[in-house]
């Protein structure tokens, strides 16, 4: 509407002095008038110049007289043509406001008498004050001496209002050219193409934001530990494996088939395929043997191992069960020492809550040479840790099945101000290690540590389930930091 209009008035007309009037004159709102002037200026359609024009508007109060009448002139018909009104009464009959200052006015202006008794002092008078507002509030220019009035009441304000003159640009035509921005194959073959204008190619156009890919701050964590174990001259295991039988998550590691933790409770058992198909028979044997009977220096737990037990298949509980199959492969060939580690998913049927989910994220290191003492797990763990931002250890016995002496390690968190668990070690257990067929002077020491507790602390993520699973919100994973300082 305001285009055709512009266009169309420019066709006939040289200018057009004053986008305001010509709103005005052709039913128009002014900001579509503006918004029309600057596309068609871009495309040097017209050529605009700006004027500015300082405005009066009304202020809230200018607003209220300008509906109702100003003070003096609300005083002035609150009193009686004939007689009067005594003073209190009329007080009554207006706002605080409008009393004080019509009192002060309409005084000033000798309308009225005031005394005790208010009465009219003229027959009639004209609210100027109310008129002005109105004429103002119309875009009507007034008097100077009005204007220096009025402000000085408070009830008009300064503004300045912007507009344009409009002549006709180098590129003007009666209606807006239409560009085309996509050459088809239709234009082509039809030959339109020759006459059609195209849109000139804008190079300082910013383009689609791109969406590159956005790593999950766990894979950016574990990727800096692979580094860390790499760098130790660790070889990483095959963890590609989630559904383990429970000979090798707990039997090969001496775990007795009563313990607790094979329990329904905190291990997923798989109702298809239930069982296992094979397992190397000899070494069956000799767990078995082991578990029942000991042997190797031990008593064994002396009671009747159940091969169908062994036989289930579950979700792993601990990436150990990656560990002792590969300590088992290691013991069928001559012996060479070796470091491995590995870092993926483990399973637990537990409750879930602010610090635990059914699945989460385990690193493991081992290292398996002759001769291996604790001092060297220490000494390990200490270049480990260091190595994550972590240099004051401390250690504390502990218990699990496969490994003897075991210890819970403690690092000092600065930002804490105290000791917090960061993992769990230990030497693999003769029981474990000697039916394997690893030489008996050869020692494995191990430990391992959840990936979601560091990752947590160094991205300052207090509840696990913003970190992993269905609940967290994307926009985490998009606006977390590349790369970060610690771990
Ligand atoms: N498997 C243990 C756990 O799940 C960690 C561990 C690994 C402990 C190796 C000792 C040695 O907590």
Known sequence: MAEEAILGYLAKNEEIADSGEFAAKHGLD???????IKSLHGFQYVDAQDIKRETWVLTDEGNMYAAAGSPEGQLFFAVPAEGGIPREELQKKLSPLVFKIGCAQAAKNKWVDMGKQVSRKVKH?????????????????IDQDDIKALKGRKLI??????????KKGPSYAPQRKKFVADLTREML??????????????????????????????????????????????????????????????????????????????????????TTKELPEDYVERVKRVHESGGYGSRGYDYNWSRDEANKNLLRTHTTAVSSRMLYMLAQKP??????????????????????????????????????????????LHDFFSRLGMAKLRFKPAYNPYTEPSMEIFSYHEGFGKWVEVGNSGM???????????????????WGLS??????ILYGINNIRDLFGHKVDLGLIKINPICGLGV
């Open 189 to 274: 073959q039809s030959g339109d193409w020759k006459n059609l204008e195209f849109k000139e190619y804008n190079f300082n156009a910013k383009g689609q934001p791109i969406e590159g890919g956005h790593l999950h701050p766990l894979n950016k964590v574990r990727h800096q530990l692979r580094m860390i174990f790499l760098q130790m001259g660790f070889e990483e295991m095959p963890t590609d494996r989630f559904v383990e039988s429970s000979f090798w998550n707990f039997d090969a590691l001496f775990q007795p088939q009563q313990h607790p933790a094979r329990d329904a409770h905190d291990t997923f058992y798989l109702k298809a395929p239930s």
């Open 451 to 456: 990936l979601e507790r560091p990752t947590m």
């Open 30 to 36: 002014h900001d579509d008038v503006v918004n029309v």
């Open 157 to 166: 304000a300064p503004q300045t209002w912007n507009g344009y003159s409009v």
């Open 335 to 380: 012996f060479t020492p070796k470091r491995y580690f590995s870092i993926d998913r483990v399973f637990r049927n537990e409750a879930v809550d602010r610090t635990h989910l059914a699945e989460f994220h385990q690193i493991e290191g081992l290292i398996c040479d002759r001769g291996l003492t604790l001092g060297d797990l220490i000494g390990v």
């Open 428 to 446: 693999f257990r003769p029981e474990m290690l000697l039916p394997m067929g690893l030489p008996e002077d050869v020692r494995v020491i191990a």
């Open 125 to 141: 008078v004209e609210d100027r004050v109310k008129d002005l507002l109105l004429q103002i509030k119309d875009g009507q220019v």
